[in-house]
């Protein structure tokens, strides 16, 4: 019994330690005489009823009593019952079985409530830094630790196991991805010993591990020299296109001795990191579907006429549309004001942008992660990466990756886990010499105060690269990192060394998962370039490159299977060491860029939706027009355009149908019973102006212009909202032109311009009077 109490054993009560035969059939036995019982008496009472009020003895009194007597007889027996429940109760509390039970609990209640003991080699735990586990928001499964008490016997039987949660005391670490595994530091390679990661895969079957997409600008002193040679060919080019937002970084050294890369900054760099974080801002917003030459000009403007955040705050929100009006997507602009709004009132930024990406990313609205790292790596020399669709490009044919970097969320995810490591390297290299210096500081990955303006010009040189030479069609002769190019080596070994090399065999669980087979690449490259020349792809095609890609597959897992591929006489085996051992010809230069464009793998556009709708241009006798808002949310949100009506697919072709569509809705939007009460003149159709194409990214619009004449008292009777609260109001013809409207919409506006300046439009009668 003492080593019971001196052990966590915890007996099992889920067994009775009674036995119930007796009482069970002390039950059975009440239950059976009850019921007889009952039933005898009812009976008795039935027929004693019976005999007194229908018998020949109706004079003779009945037994009363008996019949009593007998219904309480009947009725005792759920009592006895109960009675026998409560015997049986207490007969458990008393016996020695259920003492020993509660004193056993007692004791493991009291053993869990000490310290308890550690093992050899290992401190002890207080018990005040440990509880019992029980399910928390703020907890996950990895909070949750096992532990095993120790105070048990030997002759006693294993402990029981039981959860404790432990209170995390800072932040924990977080778990390795397989992408840090992949492109975190590797000492042989980095170093230049080991196996070279420099041999190329088969070009044609392109048979590698994951490990082939380890960026080779990672890879030692050759990986230092090309990231060199990248920065030094950007601070030759970063001032040929004419970006007034490219501005020397500001150092903050060089405004005081006490100034510190992490805030609070002293007043003077405080106001200029201020003002170029929201230059940068503004810049990264307007680039957003926008060409540099279109958005430089925009951006002069724009900063000109609000210098800093504070000022944009301040301006009205239709100010902020009409300086936006022709770059698009407005959505941008309302987005961009309502963060300077909020930039400006949070009682942490006060007008200043946050220097970590992730907090940029998730305390401004509307910035992203690439904007938030442009921002942290251009303004305050953060290792931030930034990543746009020509850095994707370009990373896609430097690590080899033939895949979507479009919708594939496992190659994009990838892609800015290597752009992550490739800024974090640059950092931490000391200069741009390609020497073998080492690195200013040591494990700079959670040091915020490393500050320098290398991760800003690494970020823009990779985006300049894109957009400048390594385009869709490449410029592979100009580009100054074709050393560290898995396309271009790949390219260059079907253009010089006949493009079979001699391979290792590759494990198939180490296969790369992340690339399309090559003659998927090759059936995408063939149908864009039918779809840019205008032919649509045919139905074969599309077979076909399903038919490849099955057949591609299996090919390659017998490549696995049976080992490496071999080429085909002399070419068997013929490698070069670098791309640059040989002079190349025009014709093999093609070639290597013909393989590289293939990079990263092209995805077919589906058909773009079409869209007909009818533009109502209202001009009533005093020459205003009639305008009206857009929805807050949606296509072209919150910006002025004339009364609408979207077409349905029977009425698209027909003029005459338009025209009836066209005058039931104005028909609408002024009451028809009012029209038709009054005079002939009051609303007039006067013609089809013509058709407005406009193209969207995801709609093709055709844009139907219908000119109506309204007279003025009419015309003052129309609300000016309509039944869902947008606002609309009547507006002179400068008014208009000044308005903030769509380009489209601008486009119908010029044709209602030029039928009321040559005043050539016909008065009909108003198709409501017969």
């Known amino acids: 019994m003492g080593a019971n109490l001196s052990s966590t054993e915890v007996v099992d009560t889920s067994k009775d330690v009674t036995s119930p035969t007796d009482l069970f059939a002390a039950y059975v036995l009440v239950t059976v005489w009850g019921c007889v019982l009952y039933v005898c008496a009812m009976i008795f009472t039935t027929c004693a009823l019976i005999d007194r009020w229908m018998g ?5 009194p009945v037994n009363l009593f008996s019949v009593i007597a007998a219904f309480l007889l009947s009725s005792a027996w759920p009592a006895v019952l109960v009675l026998l429940s409560m015997i049986q109760e207490q007969l458990r509390e008393d016996s020695p079985e259920r003492v020993q039970i509660t004193q056993a609990r007692a004791a493991a209640v009291k053993v869990s409530s000490r310290p308890k003991r550690a093992p050899p080699g290992r401190p002890s735990r207080d018990a005040s830094t440990t509880r019992v586990a029980s399910p928390s928001p703020n907890a996950n499964e990895d909070e949750y630790r096992v532990h095993e008490d120790a105070d048990s016997d030997d002759g006693a039987r294993a402990p029981k196991r039981r959860k404790i949660a432990v209170t995390a005391k800072g932040p924990r670490p977080k778990a390795p991805t397989k992408w840090d595994q992949l492109f975190g530091p590797q000492p042989e390679l980095d170093a230049g010993t080991g196996v070279s990661p420099w041999q190329p895969c088969d070009p044609h079957s392109r048979v590698h591990p994951l490990s082939y997409h380890r960026p080779l600008l990672l890879a030692g002193p050759r990986g230092r020299a090309a990231r060199a040679a990248l920065l030094s060919w950007f601070d030759g080019v970063s001032t040929l296109r004419g970006m007034p937002w490219r501005k020397p970084w500001i150092d903050p050294s060089t405004y005081s001795l006490s100034s510190s890369p992490s805030p609070p900054y002293p007043p003077d760099l405080r106001a200029a990191l201020e003002r170029r974080a929201y230059e940068v801002w503004v810049s990264e917003v307007m680039l957003q579907q926008t060409r540099v030459a279109v958005a430089a000009g925009y951006w002069d403007r724009w900063v000109r006429r609000w210098p800093t955040v504070h000022d944009l705050a301040a301006a009205h929100p239709d100010d902020v549309l009409a300086a936006w009006r022709g770059l698009g997507y407005y959505g941008r602009a309302r987005r961009l004001h309502e963060a300077a709004r909020k930039v400006v009132a949070d009682p942490g930024m006060r007008g200043l942008l946050p220097a970590e990406a992730a907090t940029l990313e998730a305390e401004v609205p509307g910035v992203g992660r690439y904007t938030a790292g442009a921002i942290s790596a251009i303004v305050f020399g953060r290792a931030a990466p930034m990543v746009d669709g ?19 969320r496992a190659v994009i995810g990838m892609l800015w886990a290597a752009a992550d490591a490739l800024v974090r390297c640059v950092a931490l290299d000391t200069g741009d010499d390609g020497g073998d210096d080492e690195p200013a500081a040591q494990g700079s990955h959670g040091d915020d ?12 040189a990779l ?28 390219g260059y070994q079907l253009a010089v060394a006949g493009g079979r090399v001699t391979e290792s065999p590759v494990d198939i669980e180490d296969l790369c998962t992340l690339c399309e087979p090559w003659e998927i690449a090759e059936a995408a490259d063939e149908a864009v370039d039918e779809e840019a020349a205008g032919k649509p792809k045919s139905k074969s095609t599309v077979a076909e490159s399903t038919k490849k890609k099955t057949i591609s597959k299996q090919l390659n897992l017998s490549a696995f299977a049976f080992g490496a591929q071999k080429g085909d006489g002399e070419a068997s085996g013929k490698t070069t060491s670098s791309p640059s051992d040989a002079t190349l010809t025009a014709v093999q230069l093609e070639r290597i860029v013909e393989h590289a464009r293939k990079f990263p793998l092209k995805v077919i556009k589906g058909p773009v939706r079409e869209e007909e709708t009818l533009v109502c241009a209202i001009r009533r006798d005093s020459g205003d027009y009639l305008i009206q808002r857009r929805p807050e949310k949606g296509l072209l949100a919150g910006l002025w355009e004339f009364p609408s009506y979207i077409l349905k697919d029977e009425t698209k072709n027909e003029a005459q149908a338009r025209r009836k569509m066209a005058v039931g809705f104005v028909g609408d939007l002024f009451g028809r019973r009012a029209i038709k ?16 194409p406009w193209l969207f990214s995801h709609l093709k619009l055709t844009m139907h212009v219908q000119l109506f004449r309204v007279d003025d008292k009419t015309a003052e009777s129309l609300a000016l909202e309509d039944s869902s609260g947008r606002p609309r109001r009547w507006a ?35 198709p409501y009077n017969e």
Do not use: F
């Open 449 to 460: 105060t490393m500050v320098s303006d290398r991760p800003g010009r690494w970020g823009q």
């Open 56 to 60: 020949p003895n109706l004079d003779k």
């Open 390 to 408: 020509n850095v994707l490009r370009v990373l896609s044919r430097q690590m080899g990756v033939l895949g979507d970097v479009k919708t594939d």
């Open 463 to 490: 985006m300049e690269l894109g957009s400048t030479i390594c385009t869709p069609k490449p410029d592979c002769a100009s580009c100054p990192i074709t050393s560290t190019c898995r396309a271009y080596q790949e």
């Open 677 to 692: 009460a009054g005079s002939r003149s009051q609303l007039r159709y006067s013609a089809e102006l013509g058709s407005v």
């Open 732 to 766: 002179s013809a400068d008014s208009v032109e000044k308005e903030t409207m769509g380009t489209g919409i601008r486009l119908c506006w010029a044709l209602v311009k030029k039928v009321a300046a040559t005043k050539s439009h016909r008065r009909s009668p108003s």
